[in-house]
Nanobody
Framework: QVQLVESGGGLVPPGGSLRLSCAAS????????MGWYRQAPGKQRDLVAT???????HYADSVKGRFTISRDNAKHTVYLQMNSLKPEDTAVYYC?????????????WGQGTQVTVSS
């Protein structure tokens, strides 16, 4: 009943910028936490940033000062502005959301969007 769809990934040179979006749709009363995770081939899926419904934010140390997470509660959408990108940022980026609906709390993931940082 609920789905998350990421967009905005692509190929960018080192030092460049990308803006990722993730929109939730379906039977939604409200969304508590939302976040971004990333996973490179053969590696663990790691936290990038999270944001609560009250806009309390946490960043991984590796992206502090470069990435900015934000959300639009009316649109059920979370964003990730990525600046000063490095090759080590290359990964599939996944959106996550804790969605409250008719049957309680659902922990949902998007399908992922590829970010490649290369010259």
């Amino acid at each position: 009943q609920v789905q998350l769809v990421e967009s905005g990934g692509g190929l960018v040179p080192p030092g460049g910028s990308l803006r990722l979006s993730c929109a939730a749709s379906g039977s939604i009363y409200r969304i508590n936490n939302m976040g971004w995770y990333r996973q490179a081939p053969g590696k663990q899926r790691d936290l990038v940033a999270t944001i609560t419904s009250g806009h309390y934010i946490h960043y991984a140390d590796s992206v502090k000062g470069r990435f900015t997470i934000s959300r639009d509660n009316a649109k059920h959408t979370v964003y990730l502005q990525m600046n000063s990108l490095k090759p080590e940022d290359t990964a599939v980026y996944y959106c996550n959301a804790d969605v409250v609906g008719p049957y309680g709390l659902l922990h949902e993931w998007g399908q992922g969007t590829q970010v490649t940082v290369s010259s």
